[in-house]
């Protein structure tokens, strides 16, 4: 099986957040704890799939040759799961709760690659 790490997009200034906070306050508690029981159906659908259950991601910090700075980005989350190919990992994503029901962007998939050069256990 390979690994993915699937990382969960969202942004501040898009359509769908726009929506979301145009909600009144019961509203928007009802949507996320309709999401929240979504989130837990689905981990409980693909829980032999999943090897980090991961988290919601904080501020970022980047750290470059000049130092380090802050940086805003649109990543809000991730989990790692394993899978027989990249399409088969991104499947299991198709209409997550980050997007069906809260206002997030999309989930990128990519593959965890073994490190160059490293033995396999």
């Known amino acids: 099986m390979k690994r993915f790490l699937a990382i969960f997009i969202g942004s501040a200034t898009s359509a769908e957040k726009a929506k979301w906070d145009a909600n009144e306050d019961s509203k928007r508690q009802e949507l996320v704890q309709r999401g929240m029981q979504a989130w837990g159906e689905w981990v409980k659908k693909h829980q032999d799939s999943i090897i ?3 988290s919601p991601l904080g501020k970022t ?4 040759r000049d130092g380090i700075s802050d940086l805003v980005n649109k990543d809000t989350a991730y989990v790692i799961v394993q899978a027989e190919s990249h399409e088969a990992a991104a499947r299991i994503f198709v ?3 980050h997007f069906s029901i809260f206002p997030g962007d999309s989930i990128e998939i990519m593959e965890c690659l073994p490190m160059p050069g490293a033995s396999e256990s």
Do not use: I, N, P
């Not at 910090?61 to 470059?64: A, F, L, P, Q, S």
């Open 95 to 97: 209409d997550h709760a």
């Open 61 to 64: 910090k980047r750290v470059g």
């Open 52 to 54: 980090d259950f991961g």
